[in-house]
Every structure is written in structure tokens, then in C-alpha cells.
């Protein structure tokens, strides 16, 4: 079973030179400065440019692009062509190689709003996202979602995602990947939508503790698996900020050395190569240390800097 862990948005490593911008739109308002907003645009392309060339560099294959990178493109007031950029795309897309790159839009992304304009800006959102993901030449494109809102109870929301989901183009569905939550959909709900419309399960261990009925994740891992077929699944892990009531759903720094060999053990009877999406806060670091662990307290066959066999 091969493991590659990737990290998201920034590098620690490189924050100090390069970095993602934004503008808001109260910001960009005050004077409409186009020119503004194109140079933080560049700056962005810049810097990913040099993350992507920083993961080329240190085997990182496996990485989240910020949703930032082009700000102000879905608001309805800023007059931009994300097709006006397409010469920086291209540059970047060359240097991808087989780094597998994904997003995850924000919470204000919700598929399944019962406000109008709520989800006809999540259209446009998963649109911009989408193009994103074209305009790199990203193979295989994945766009991360949460079920959402629970307004009107659970099984009413479920039902909303599943028809707000119809209404999406092609092209855009089949891009979707769903991911349970810390609060309210868990493992049964998530896979429940994933099979009735086909599409990946993105299987947050960390959520899973925070959000369980009593089953046994173990359970179910087959199917989620199942649920990618022909691609590598992907897997979210995390550690609780603190093992307190208060600060567990948190995102720790670092991974949890112990906790990770343990979901490790537990996972590696289904021989399924997996990539695992660290949302830690020290981003690479954080990979880069649970790698050293892992060579001290393993015998896992380390590949490269960010991979290893089981």
C-alpha cells in the first residue's frame, strides 16, 4: 500500500518570500482600481508558481490550491475574465507534472441553501473552481464539498444537495467529491449521497471522531474506497488542537505521530494506495516531520520525501 501525503495552500518554508494575496471587495470598491487587483492576481500566479516548483523540488506530490487565487472573481460588482490569466496558467501547468492538486471551496459554498442567492453564488463559486481546475490542465479534477446546511432537519437537507446537485452541468458533477463533517453528516449520511449519485467520498478521519454514531469507520472504508473507482482515493487527516471538550475539533499544528501509525495499521489490511491531505497548520512542515517520525518508529519502506510503503 503506498501512502503520499500532501499539504495545503502555502509553504512555511517559502511564506517569508512569496505568499497569497487577497482584496476584498470593500477594499477593491473604494476605487475600482483595476490595476490593483491584476497585480495581486500576479503576485498569486507568482507565488504559486514557486510552490509548485518548491513541490516539484522536495517529491511533494500531493497538494491544495488556495481558493484565493484569483479574488473577487464570482462577485457579481468586479468585471474579470479568469481566461485573461490563461498564458500564467499554461506556465504553471507545464511544471505540474503528476502532482495531484485538488480544491476545497469555503464555507460559503453550500449546495444545498435554502437561500436563492446563497446558492446561486455557490454556482458560481464551483464554476470558478472548475475553470481553475481546467485552465491548469489538472487531470482527474476534484472539488471537496460538505453537505451543508441542515436547515428543515437532515433528511430534507440531504434530499436538497441531491436535486440542487442535478442542477449543476455535467462537466461540474463530475468533478465533485463529498467529505463528512465534525457536526452533522457523518459516514452513513456522506456515503448515502456519494452512492446515490456516484461520486467520491472524501473520508475525514478527524471529522469521524468528532461526528460518529458508534460505527466503526473500519466498516465502511471498502466502500468509500469503492466509491473512487478508478482513481487513487484521498483521505483528510488531522489532530484535535488539544484532547480537551473545548478544542477538539480544532486543527492542531502537527499530526499526532501515534494516532496516524494507528489509522496506518488499521487501513493497510485493504492494501489500497491511498493519498492523505494533512490539514495541519504548519502545512509542509508538518509533513515533513511526520515523515521523520515515521522512519524512526516504523519499518514502512520510505519512497521519497513524502511517501511511503506499507
Not at 9 to 33: C, G, M, R
Not at 257 to 265: C, P
Amino acid at each position: 500500500m503506498l501512502v503520499r501525503l500532501g499539504y495545503v495552500s502555502i509553504s512555511k518554508t517559502l511564506e517569508d518570500s512569496v505568499n497569497f494575496h487577497n482584496i476584498t471587495y470593500t477594499e477593491f470598491a473604494k476605487t475600482n482600481n483595476y490595476d490593483k487587483l491584476d497585480s495581486v492576481i500576479k503576485n498569486n500566479f507568482k507565488t504559486l508558481k514557486e510552490i509548485i516548483k518548491y513541490n516539484q523540488k522536495n517529491n511533494i506530490h500531493f497538494y491544495r490550491l488556495t481558493s484565493k487565487l484569483i479574488p473577487l472573481a464570482t462577485h457579481e460588482n468586479v468585471l474579470l475574465e479568469i481566461d485573461k490569466y490563461q498564458s500564467l496558467f499554461d506556465e504553471i501547468a507545464t511544471n505540474i507534472n503528476n502532482t495531484r492538486i485538488d480544491v476545497h471551496p469555503d464555507q460559503f459554498t453550500v449546495l444545498n441553501s435554502t437561500n436563492s442567492a446563497v446558492l446561486a453564488n455557490t454556482f458560481k463559486i464551483l464554476n470558478y473552481h472548475y475553470q481553475i481546475l481546467i485552465a491548469l490542465k489538472i487531470k482527474n479534477p476534484i472539488i471537496i464539498l460538505h453537505v451543508g446546511s441542515s436547515v428543515f432537519g437532515k433528511k430534507n437537507s440531504i434530499s436538497r444537495f441531491i436535486n440542487n446537485f442535478k442542477l449543476l452541468p455535467d462537466s461540474i458533477k463530475k468533478c465533485i467529491a463529498l467529505e463528512n463533517d465534525d457536526k452533522v453528516y457523518n459516514i452513513k449520511d456522506v456515503l448515502l449521497i456519494c452512492q446515490t449519485l456516484k461520486i467520491p467520498f472524501v473520508f475525514d478521519y478527524h471529522h469521524y471522531r468528532c461526528n460518529n454514531d458508534g460505527e466503526n469507520y473500519l466498516d465502511y472504508l471498502p466502500i468509500i474506497f469503492n466509491t473512487w473507482k478508478n482513481i487513487r482515493p484521498k483521505i483528510h487527516f488531522s489532530s484535535p488542537k488539544n484532547y480537551t471538550k473545548k478544542d477538539f475539533r480544532s486543527h492542531s499544528d502537527y499530526i499526532n505521530v501515534d494516532d496516524f501509525i494507528e489509522f496506518i495499521e488499521n487501513i493497510k489490511k485493504y492494501n489500497v494506495d491511498v493519498d492523505i491531505m494533512l490539514e495541519a497548520k504548519a502545512k509542509d512542515y508538518a509533513v515533513f516531520r511526520l515523515m521523520r517520525q515515521i522512519k524512526y518508529k516504523t519499518h514502512y519502506k520510505i519512497v521519497d520525501d513524502t511517501s511511503f510503503i506499507v
